[in-house]
């Protein structure tokens, strides 16, 4: 069974792109364009499949990135996140929230790589 990621942004060109890369390499792929939606999912249990790592953005209208993971590990203290920014002043946000950091551009290679790294973890 392939491992589930929920890809969070609000960019919906990025999302697709991420997407593919992900799907080709994979993996099943759960896209979300609003962190709030996606905070209301882990809160309903309403995913088709449990979630094994999750990507977000860090800037995304209505809550950054480092506000949608600091209420997510109220629920999922220990569930892997990926974040993705092109600020790379914005790590600092996520100090003590257990993530891994990454600035953009993110090249496909990189981006599996991390994926696996996190997954093998």
């Known amino acids: ?15 697709a792109t991420r997407q ?4 080709r390499a994979g993996y099943f792929v759960i896209p979300v364009l609003n962190p709030q939606r996606a905070l209301e ?3 309903a249990n309403d995913f088709p499949a449990p979630i094994d790592l999750v990507i977000t ?3 995304m209208p209505g809550m950054s990135g480092s506000e949608f993971i600091t209420e997510l590990r109220k ?5 892997p996140v990926l974040v993705i920014s092109g600020l790379e002043e914005a790590e600092e946000r996520y100090e003590n929230l257990n ?5 953009k551009p993110v090249m496909p290679d990189y981006l599996l ?4 790294k996190i997954l093998a973890a």
């Open 113 to 116: 790589s991390t994926v696996e």
């Open 41 to 43: 999912q882990f809160q």
């Open 1 to 15: 069974m392939p491992k589930t990621v929920l890809l969070i942004d609000d960019n919906a060109v990025q999302a």
């Open 57 to 59: 953005d860090h800037i």
């Open 99 to 103: 993530v891994t950091f990454r600035l």
């Open 75 to 79: 629920q999922e203290k220990n569930l």
């Open 20 to 23: 593919t890369i992900l799907k």
